[in-house]
Structure formats: structure tokens, C-alpha cells
């Protein structure tokens, strides 16, 4: 059985920064990708970055130069660095986990809220 559980979402500023882990846990044992996705209300699950076992980023557009992911392959874990929040970054952020074969793992999402 696998684990994946996310922490550090929060309520924030416009403009200002959060940081969200995600680990991954149990009968997992090579991981390839580790992405995290949003979904705001009302509208379709995005993927928002991800991070291959040998580094490799990508970005939604929309993030692009504000977001950083990153990974710990000891510790089964990814970050998402999230600086100069928008409203509309406003979601709850689910992180996903994958080994070469085999489905995907997700984990229960955490709230993130970027309000005055």
C-alpha cells in the first residue's frame, strides 16, 4: 500500500509565498514522476509542474517563473516553492506519484487560499 500525503497549504497575501510538500510512502519503490496538479471551483484539474527522477521540470504557463519544484529521491518527497501568489492561484493543490509501471498515486490535496 502506498501513502502520499501533502502538507502546507494555507491561506496567504497576494504576492506572498508558500511552500508545499508532498511525501510518498510505503510499497513504492522507484519513482519517476512526482507532479502537482490544482482544481479550482468549477473548473478542471490542471496540471501545474512536474519533476522527473533525473531532474527534468516542467511548468504550466501560467507559473512559469513564480514556481519551483523540486525533489528529495531519499526521502520520496517533492516541494512546490510558490512565490508572488495571485487569487487565481486559489485551488487545492493535489500532488501525484508515479513509478515507470503501474497506476499513479495521489494523495488527498491541501487548500490553498491567496486572499486580502
Known amino acids: 500500500q502506498v501513502q502520499v500525503v501533502e502538507s502546507g497549504g494555507g491561506l496567504v497575501q497576494p504576492g506572498g509565498s508558500l511552500r508545499l510538500s508532498c511525501a510518498a510512502s510505503g510499497s513504492i519503490f522507484s519513482i519517476y514522476v512526482m507532479d502537482w496538479y490544482r482544481q479550482a471551483p468549477g473548473k478542471q484539474r490542471e496540471l501545474v509542474a512536474s519533476v522527473s527522477n533525473d531532474g527534468m521540470t516542467n511548468y504550466a504557463d501560467s507559473v512559469h517563473g513564480r514556481f519551483t519544484i523540486s525533489r528529495d529521491n531519499a526521502k520520496n518527497t517533492v516541494y512546490l516553492q510558490m512565490n508572488s501568489l495571485k487569487p487565481e492561484d486559489t485551488a487545492v493543490y493535489y500532488c501525484?506519484?508515479?513509478?515507470?509501471?503501474?497506476?499513479?498515486?495521489w494523495g488527498q490535496g491541501t487548500q490553498v487560499t491567496v486572499s486580502s
Open positions: 501525484k506519484v508515479a513509478e515507470r509501471v503501474g497506476p499513479p498515486y
